[in-house]
């Protein structure tokens, strides 16, 4: 984390271990309770000289923003029996201060070191105690997350780093939320909690909890703190110039069309099975929602939403759903789309509800009970994404493209013509030499 002649250290600015050794609670504390909250002021002081050196904070102001730490990180450092009265403790000396906002998903719990001490000289004091020791060997704190990523998946590198380049014009964006939330309240409570959702996004974007991004070791795909965020929003995320301060606004998205069902084509075909023609022919055009929209005589965003529910990943494709006599609320919808689906397309209804039999029975382990079959086969789809756009894409941009990957799609943040271009040749190279096609996409400039 920190050393001093190859030692390991802890690094607080002035005054904050004099206070924690002279207090009363400390003092009658073992040393290792005094140097675990040595360890954790180290963590808050060196995450805000790491933003401010690498211009994610002003250099110029007093900025000292709330850092975002996972209570699985604070329980491991200052242990389980202690960790809320160091933590009480160490706000009631004013040495750390701690914002008590919290959504699950989006950020936690966050802390800073006080403004009493933040911009003083910081001093390093070795550490002693030998389970301390372990601690800073077991954490690598400050590049805990890069180091994950280098040791795990390396082509996230960059990935991650670009997300600390990406901030949001908050009074802009807070602005739009509040016109539509308003135009929108008569329509009852599900708009509402959109609207706050919504401005808990921001909120964690505009507090600096937009650097946290993980790969899953089920699907291979990669969750940040853009994959949560509200579509509607992306508008109003930005690159910040570090010698003006201006907000560039100017992106560049680039979208899968009809990802899934198109995957789920080339794994009929890989597998010796013959979709039927109308169905991986709009597929390959992109257009398979607007087709079934138009035959179905519903919106195209009805006809994706509920064959999501009924057929694709769903348990038995719906099959009890079809015998109600009277369906009501979503049954309605699904019944529909069953049937249509069953009827029209018989190659691949017929394809999904064995394979997802087949899953059901084997030896391969789920955490969805009530649907093993179902949940099995989108892992499987989702890996043959994330194969495409994470883990053969990735790889292939050069460094100084600014990008965010949310599942089957890109946002190039720092786009031109040439870097567009380059990123739409790439995804167009690879979809051939995985699957011998060219993908359908949707481009789109956000400014």
Request: hydrophobic share 35%; with cysteine; glycine share 2%.
């Amino acid at each position: 984390m920190f050393k001093v002649n190859n030692t390991l250290s802890s690094l607080t600015p002035e005054g904050i271990y004099d206070k924690i050794k002279n207090d009363e609670y400390f003092s009658s504390k073992s040393t290792k309770i005094t140097e675990n909250a040595l360890l954790f002021c180290t963590l808050l002081y060196l995450r805000f000289y790491y933003k401010k050196e690498n211009s994610l904070i002003s250099k110029d102001s007093d900025n000292n923003p709330f850092q975002g730490i996972n209570i699985n990180i604070i329980i491991k450092i200052l242990a389980r029996d202690n960790y809320k009265e160091i933590l009480q403790r160490l706000v009631e000396l004013e040495i750390i201060e701690i914002n008590n906002s919290y959504c699950t998903g989006l950020y936690p719990k966050s802390y800073r070191i006080h403004k009493n001490y933040i911009f003083n000289k910081p001093l390093a004091r070795k550490i002693r105690n030998k389970s301390v020791l372990k601690k800073f060997n077991e954490l690598q704190i400050l590049s805990q997350q890069e180091n994950f990523i280098e040791n795990n998946a390396e082509f996230l590198l960059n990935q991650a780093r670009n997300l600390k380049l990406i901030h949001i014009d908050f009074e802009k964006a807070h602005e739009w939320i509040s016109t539509n939330a308003n135009e929108l309240k008569s329509n009852g409570s599900k708009i509402i909690n959109n609207a706050n959702y919504y401005i808990r996004s921001i909120n964690a974007f505009n507090n600096g909890f937009n650097d946290k991004i993980s790969i899953s070791d089920k699907n291979h795909r990669v969750h940040s703190s853009m994959t949560s965020f509200p579509k509607k929003l992306r508008k109003f995320l930005c690159l910040v110039d570090k010698n003006t301060g201006e907000m560039i606004f100017d992106k560049y998205e680039i979208d899968g069309k009809n990802t899934q069902p198109l995957l789920i084509c080339l794994k009929m075909k890989q597998e010796g099975f013959e979709p039927d023609y109308d169905f991986i022919n709009a597929c390959l055009n992109g257009t398979i929602y607007d087709l079934m929209a138009e035959e179905m005589n519903e919106s195209r965003n009805c006809v994706k939403e509920y064959m999501m529910k009924a057929i694709l990943f769903t348990n038995g494709n719906c099959k009890k759903v079809q015998r109600l006599k009277k369906p009501i609320g979503d049954d309605i919808y699904k019944q529909k789309i069953s049937l249509y689906f069953y009827k029209r397309f018989p190659n691949v209804y017929n394809w999904l509800l064995n394979k997802k039999n087949e899953l059901k029975k084997s030896t391969l382990e789920s955490n969805n009970y009530f649907n093993k079959g179902g949940s099995l086969l989108a892992i499987e789809i989702q890996k043959m994404e994330a194969e495409l756009w994470i883990n053969n894409l990735l790889p292939e941009i050069p460094k100084d493209i600014i990008y965010a990957t949310i599942h089957d799609s890109i946002i190039i943040f720092n786009s031109n013509e040439e870097n567009s271009k380059l990123v739409l040749d790439k995804i167009q190279e690879i979809s051939k030499k995985l699957y011998q096609i060219e993908l359908p996409l949707h481009t789109n400039h956000l400014s």
